[in-house]
């Protein structure tokens, strides 16, 4: 229990040290995506360093199914401590993962002043989901959206090379 507060607490620290690093930039939407960018580069990296341990007494997976469904109950499960709620897909290398009481998100008020914040604290989530993927030989696009807090989707398109 202590540790997901602490986990908690760091990536809130995280989120709003990165922003306060750029508050002194005068432009606003360059701001944005600059935070976002570094965020998401955060996560990927965790992603690729936390995939390699997990998967490394793992045989190798045969379909881009079965390297999503791991993501979702096994490296879901030892990161934000529940399993995704639901995974869909077109079959077509389109995914998408909904989790209704995203752990990240838990700490805010339901109110919609809060939804135009909640992009930002979902940044780092949607690059470790591509960092993960990127070790397992996904080439994805993530991203990230909240209609009715804590609940998020997170869309993956695989990237056929």
């Known amino acids: ?13 995280i989120v709003a040290h990165v922003y306060k690093e750029q508050a002194t930039r005068e432009d606003i939407d360059k701001e944005r995506v600059t935070c976002v960018s ?23 997976f045969k379909e881009d199914l079965d390297i999503m469904k791991f993501l979702c109950k096994d490296l879901w499960s ?8 639901n995974l869909r897909t077109n079959h077509q290398g389109t995914y998408v993962l909904q989790d209704n009481k995203f752990a990240l998100l838990t700490q805010f008020s339901t109110g919609k002043q809060y939804l135009e914040e909640a ?8 690059g470790l989901i591509r960092g993960a993927l990127s070790n ?26």
């Open 1 to 13: 229990m202590a540790d997901d507060a602490l986990f908690e607490f760091l990536h809130m620290e």
């Open 38 to 60: 570094t965020l998401e580069l955060m996560g990927f990296r965790v992603g690729q360093g936390l995939i390699e341990r997990f998967t490394k007494d793992c045989p190798t």
């Open 78 to 85: 030892t990161i934000f401590r529940k399993q995704i709620d």
């Open 119 to 126: 992009p930002k604290y979902l940044a780092f989530s949607c």
């Open 136 to 161: 397992l030989g996904l080439e994805s696009v993530v991203t990230a959206e909240v209609s009715l807090m804590p609940s998020c989707k997170f869309q993956v398109v695989i990237q056929k090379l």
